[in-house]
């Protein structure tokens, strides 16, 4: 075989979440897309604000000169300074532009601070259920994927992370909102995250990162506040994205934010510069940088989502499925009835309703089900989910 064996392996185990995409894809064309029920891709329903799409026509009827230029491979200055300036507003510490670096979406934020990071053997820690990609993401860099498991309500167990932390451990990712789980951390969580990080780097004498995915962070339900990590420890870094809440995914816009105080960390902002750079990616996108800077207070309808997530929560809690109310994110991980997970989502696919296996999150014996869709696919998936529901008897 020409191709690697480490991409071939990595291949076949796959991701969960396109080959259900896919298998949808081939179901619509046979039976027609009013029929199919597809909850199993975090593709967003909603289109972009209209704020954005102002922005976009004033940027395209006002050319600048050089405006589709290469730059700053860290991204634009003013747009850097942009985010710099809500994030200073939202977390009281002040941010400026050396702190930021514009990305290819979250995806690319997490493979430029990772392969800045990771040496050959490092450890990184995830807890499940966890977005798959990381353990792609760890490995593309040499990194080694340490998965700790989380208690029934999908929350990080702190003796099992002590007990977990080495010598040898470079970062620990967490992501709150969470996909698969919609589980929002509390601010008393991240605190006690941090401060047992902190408490092993002095123990080990090593610098151990904490990285926040927040691509869903501004999707957040119920008023509830949102913890922000830099205040629980200095060597914070999180990386977020314009994906979900302006609902831009195929733009691949995002990026890097550091602590302030990591500018003492040796080399660490001009490396996430540099790998910007040697990653391909070059520099983020420049006309949606160009967008984005002026959109740093504005979402899709969260409201909207939220309406969403009542509608279908209350409807399978109804039918009798165990699932924990999510708190944010579009996505909501019922208990599977049956052991395998896969042999339930292939009960659900005989309704024609598309989900994917908890295994696809390293968490088995779950599902997920991704409600950034249509209303009306909401409501045709329900019939489905009640045949299933009594074939059960969850009732
Ligand atoms: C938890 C999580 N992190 C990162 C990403 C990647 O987002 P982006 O489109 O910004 O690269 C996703 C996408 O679904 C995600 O769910």
């Known amino acids: 075989m020409s191709i690697s064996d480490n991409v071939s392996r990595r291949m076949v185990e796959g991701s969960w979440i396109r080959r259900m995409f896919e298998e949808g894809a081939i179901l619509k ?9 597809d909850l199993s891709i975090g593709n967003p329903v909603m289109e972009p604000p209209p704020e954005f799409d102002r922005e976009l026509k004033k940027l395209v009827e006002n050319p600048m000169p050089g405006m589709h230029r290469y730059m ?4 634009y200055a003013e747009t850097r300074a942009a985010v710099a300036t809500q994030l200073s507003l939202e977390t009281g510490i002040d941010f400026n532009i050396n702190d930021i670096v514009m990305t290819c979406g979250a995806a690319g934020a997490l493979n430029v601070v990772l392969k800045t990071l990771t040496n050959p053997g490092d450890e990184v820690i995830v807890f499940a259920p966890y977005f798959m990609e990381y353990g792609n993401y760890i490995d ?6 340490t998965v700790l498991p989380t208690d029934e309500h999908f929350i990080p167990e702190l003796d099992v992370l002590e007990a977990t932390v080495s010598a040898k451990t470079k970062a620990v990712i967490i992501n709150s909102p969470n996909n698969p789980s919609g589980v929002v951390y509390s601010k008393e969580l991240v605190h006690q995250i941090g401060e047992l990080i902190g408490k092993k780097e002095s123990q080990f004498g090593t610098q151990i990162f904490l990285i926040s995915d927040e691509a869903y962070r501004k999707i957040i339900y119920d008023g509830l506040e949102y913890p922000q990590v830099f205040h629980h420890h200095p060597r914070s870094i999180v990386t977020n994205s314009y994906s979900k809440d302006l609902g831009l995914p195929g733009e691949r816009i995002g990026y890097i934010a550091a602590h302030p105080d990591c500018r003492q960390v040796d080399g660490l902002m001009s490396g996430f510069i540099f790998c910007n750079r040697i990653l391909g990616y070059v520099n983020a996108p420049a006309l949606i940088q160009r967008v984005v800077r002026s959109l740093q207070q504005v979402t899709v309808s969260v409201a909207e989502y939220q309406k969403k997530r009542d509608f279908l929560y209350s409807h399978l809690v109804e039918m009798g499925y165990s699932l924990i109310k999510p708190q944010g994110a579009f996505y909501m991980f019922p208990k599977s009835p049956m052991e395998d997970d896969v042999a339930f989502i292939r009960e659900l696919q005989q309704w024609n309703i598309l989900t994917t296996p908890g295994r696809g999150f390293g968490f088995p014996g779950h599902i997920r089900v991704s409600y950034c869709v249509a209303d009306s696919v909401l409501e045709g998936c329900l019939e489905g989910f009640k045949k299933v529901a009594q074939k059960f008897k969850l009732c």
């Open 140 to 145: 593309n860099h040499g990194g080694i994927v």
């Open 72 to 75: 700053e491979n860290a991204g």
């Open 29 to 37: 064309q046979r039976i027609g897309e009013e029929n199919v029920f």
